[in-house]
C-alpha cells in the first residue's frame, strides 16, 4: 500500500460513500518529489473537486499519518496519454470518462429487494434490460442513503454489459452544474452539449441539486428535450418528488413526471438485516446473529449508516485482533445510541422544515391559514412532538402562541396522512434523519 492508499484508507471515514466512489476511488498515485506528492486523477473535473473540496481531510489524513509532504499536485490523466478521436470526428474530451464513475461494486447482485424498494428496483432492472421501451424518464426519489444512487450505478454498469456500443452517460446534478460553468469558461459549450446529447442513456443523479440555478436548468431543459425526442433513455434520481423540489423550473418539473416515478422507502427491520448479511459476506466478516441485529435495531432508516457501522466494526477487529462481538459493538458502536440522544430543539425543527419548503422560519409562526404556510407548520408541529421532549402547550408557544388543540390536530392530520401519502412519509424521514444525524 503506497502513501495515497494508505490517505485514500482514511478518507473512507469522513467523507460519504458516493463522494469516495464519484472523486476519491479512480485516484492513483503517481510519484513523491520532496514535499510534493503528485496523484493522478482521471479528468480536469475531479482535479478541481479534490483541490476544492477534500483539500482540508487530504491535508488532515497527511498529518495523521506524519508523512514528509507539504503538498499534493493532481495530474490529470489526458495530460499524459495520446489524444483519441471520438466517433463524431472530434477529440476526445475529457468529458468522455462517463462510465469511469460508475463503480463495479453498485451492481443488481449486491442490492438487496425489500418491500420499501421492490418497486424502484424491478422498474430500474426494466429500464437496464430494455432502455427507452417502458418507462421515460425513470425518476427514483427517496432519502439520503436508501439506494438511489446504487440502482443509477446498477441500471448503467448492465447497461454496459449487455449493449456493446451504446453510449451510456452517468453524472450528478452537481457535476453537470461544474461541467457546464467549466465549459463556459473555456469557450467550449458545443463540446459539452455535444457530450451530454449524443447520449443514448443519461444518468443523472441527485438531479434535485440543479435547483435555483436557472442558467443549468435552462441547459439541461434543452438536453432533456433532445434526448428524449429522439427515443433516447433518461433516468434520474432525487430526495425529493419533483412537485416537492423547491426552486425547479415548471417546465422541467413537468417533464420529470413524464415518466414513471418510483419511490424507495426506509428499509424495515428484516431488509436492514439482509443487507448487513449480503455486506459481511461481501467483505468477508463473520457477523454474528446478535450483532447483526442490535446495529439493525440501533440504525436509523439510512443504509449507509448501516454499512458504515459494518467498517468501523471491522476495522477495529482487524487493528486490535479481537473478533466481533455483541460487547465489542456495544462499544466501537456507541454512537448509534448516541446519535438517537441527540437533542433536537424546536427551533432547529422549524428551521429545517422552512427551508425544505422554502419558507422563511419566522413565516411558519405567522397567524396565517393558508395552505402554503400551515401544511408545513402543521410537518414541523409533528416533529416537535415526534423528536423533542416539549409539552403540547409548550409547542403552541413556539409557533407564535397557537393554542395546544391546534398542535394536537396537526399532529393528528400528519399521522393519518403519512399513512396514503407516500411523499410525506418520505419527506418526514428525510428530515428526522437530518435533524438526528
Known amino acids: 500500500m503506497d502513501l495515497w492508499d494508505e490517505i485514500k484508507q482514511r478518507l473512507t471515514t469522513v467523507v460519504t460513500a458516493e463522494g469516495y466512489q464519484n472523486w476519491i476511488n479512480r485516484t492513483t498515485m503517481l510519484r513523491v518529489e520532496g514535499t510534493s506528492l503528485w496523484v493522478r486523477v482521471p479528468d480536469d473535473e475531479t482535479k478541481v473537486w479534490m483541490e476544492t473540496e477534500y483539500g482540508v481531510q487530504v491535508a488532515a489524513a497527511i498529518r495523521e499519518l506524519r508523512a514528509p509532504v507539504m503538498r499534493v499536485v493532481y495530474e490529470t490523466q489526458a495530460a499524459t496519454r495520446p489524444v483519441s478521436t471520438h466517433s463524431n470526428g472530434g477529440a476526445t474530451d475529457v468529458l468522455d470518462l462517463s462510465t469511469s464513475h460508475l463503480s463495479p461494486k453498485l451492481t443488481f447482485e449486491t442490492f438487496v429487494v425489500g418491500t420499501s424498494n421492490q418497486l424502484a428496483h424491478a422498474a430500474s432492472w426494466a429500464v437496464a434490460t430494455q432502455p427507452s421501451k417502458k418507462y421515460n424518464p425513470l425518476f427514483i426519489y427517496g432519502g439520503v442513503g436508501m439506494g438511489k444512487t446504487h440502482l443509477m450505478h446498477a441500471i448503467g454498469r448492465t447497461l454496459v454489459d449487455r449493449y456493446m456500443g451504446l453510449r451510456v452517460v452517468y453524472t450528478t446534478g452537481e457535476r453537470f452544474m461544474n461541467f457546464m460553468v467549466q465549459s463556459m469558461k ?3 459549450m458545443p463540446t459539452f452539449q455535444r457530450h451530454f446529447r449524443s447520449a ?9 441539486n440543479l435547483a435555483n440555478k436557472d442558467r443549468t436548468q435552462e441547459e439541461f431543459f434543452y438536453t432533456f428535450n433532445e434526448l428524449h425526442e429522439h427515443g433516447k433513455q433518461i433516468v434520474l434520481s432525487s430526495d425529493s418528488p419533483p412537485k416537492s423540489t423547491a426552486g425547479l423550473v415548471e417546465r422541467l418539473r413537468s417533464r420529470f413526471e413524464w415518466g414513471l416515478m418510483v419511490d424507495i422507502q426506509p428499509p424495515d427491520l428484516e431488509t436492514k438485516m439482509a443487507i448487513l448479511d449480503k455486506k459481511a459476506e461481501a467483505e468477508g466478516i463473520d457477523l454474528p446473529d446478535d450483532v447483526r441485529i442490535m446495529i439493525a435495531t440501533r440504525s436509523k432508516s439510512n443504509v449507509r449508516e448501516l454499512e458504515g457501522a459494518l467498517v468501523k466494526l471491522n476495522a477495529s477487529s482487524s487493528m486490535t485482533g479481537e473478533p466481533i462481538s455483541l460487547a465489542m459493538a456495544e462499544q466501537v458502536l456507541r454512537h448509534l445510541t448516541q446519535g438517537q440522544a441527540r437533542r433536537v430543539t424546536i427551533e432547529s425543527i422549524i428551521r429545517a422544515v422552512a427551508d425544505r419548503f422554502a419558507l422563511q422560519a419566522p413565516q411558519l409562526k405567522m397567524k396565517s391559514n ?19 421532549g416539549h409539552s403540547l402547550p409548550e409547542i403552541g408557544r413556539a409557533f407564535g402562541g397557537k393554542h395546544h388543540t391546534t398542535v394536537l390536530h396537526s399532529i393528528h392530520k400528519i399521522e393519518a396522512l403519512r399513512l396514503k401519502d407516500q411523499d410525506l412519509n418520505t419527506l418526514i424521514h428525510s428530515l428526522s434523519d437530518s435533524l438526528t444525524s
Open 186 to 188: 473555456a469557450d467550449r
Open 200 to 208: 443514448d442513456v443519461l444518468l443523472v443523479d441527485d438531479v434535485h
Open 370 to 388: 393558508e395552505r402554503k404556510i400551515a401544511y408545513p407548520r402543521q410537518v414541523a408541529m409533528y416533529l416537535a412532538k415526534d423528536l423533542t
